[in-house]
Nanobody, 123 residues
């Protein structure tokens, strides 16, 4: 079983940047597809970005495409989400999730979730 913990959230002004981190433990990290999701207040949780086991396949939701980069370091059991040009509509709790092997953007397919990290973008 994989345990994931997010960090790096915070308060940032519009136009600013944040780098979220997700530390994983309890499994062979390189066997897992990793993804970020976010949930804005009063809304459903939505997909943000995903990266396959070796980092060669990435996919982004339209909402953050061109403004974010997902990456991973298998030696450090970590995945990252660099977000730039943040806007108030990016305010949400950001979740890291893991799925064994298969690359997917389907939220229901992810088995392991962190507790989330709050990102607040002020105007």
């Amino acid at each position: 079983q994989v345990h994931v913990v997010e960090s790096g959230g915070g308060l940032v002004q519009a136009g600013g940047s944040l780098r979220l981190s997700c530390a994983a433990s309890g499994g062979t990290f390189s066997n897992y597809t990793m993804a970020w999701f976010r949930q804005a207040p009063g809304k459903e949780r939505k997909f943000v970005a995903a990266i396959n086991w070796n980092g060669r396949t990435k996919y982004y939701a339209d909402s953050l495409k061109g403004r974010s980069t997902i990456s991973r370091d298998n030696a450090k059991n970590a995945v990252y989400l660099q977000m730039n040009s943040l806007q108030p509509e990016d305010t949400a709790v950001y979740y890291c999730a893991a799925r064994w092997m298969q690359f997917t953007t389907n939220e229901g397919a992810y088995d392991y979730w962190g507790q989330g990290t709050q990102v607040t973008v002020s105007s």
